[in-house]
């Protein structure tokens, strides 16, 4: 069993920055690189979209279309701590952000932390 929590979340100006953070923890043996890890967020009505992924050991990364180039995913394996950077942020970027962590198949998740972008 693994275990996420988000935090980082709140309400920033259109053009601010938030960094968000989750920290993963599990039982005796859990490694937390041995897992790859997304950023997922829900807006109001509608579907969860994938923001950010990336790989187990972080060589790999990849974006959605809407955050490429303002949004950064990282991972410290040593901290068993991932982030997103997130930069000119937007109304449009207001949803509850979720951390994903897959291996073997399964998925686990976090509960969600919430980001609103409004003046």
């Known amino acids: 069993q693994v275990r996420l929590v988000e935090s980082g979340g709140g309400l920033v100006q259109p053009g601010g920055s938030l960094r968000l953070s989750c920290a993963a923890s599990g039982f005796s043996g859990f490694t937390f690189s041995s897992y790859a890890m997304s950023w997922y967020r829900q807006a109001p009505g509608k579907e969860r979209e994938l923001v950010a992924a990336?790989?187990?050991?972080?060589?790999?990364?990849g974006y959605g279309d809407s955050v490429k180039g303002r949004f950064t995913i990282s991972r410290d394996n040593v901290k068993n701590t991932m982030y997103l950077q997130m930069n000119n942020l937007k109304p449009e970027d207001t949803a509850v952000y979720y951390c994903?962590?897959?291996?073997?198949?399964?998925?686990?998740w976090g509960r969600g932390t919430q980001v609103t972008v409004s003046s």
């Open positions: 994903a962590a897959v291996r073997d198949g399964n998925d686990y």
């Open positions: 990336i790989s187990r050991v972080g060589g790999t990364t």
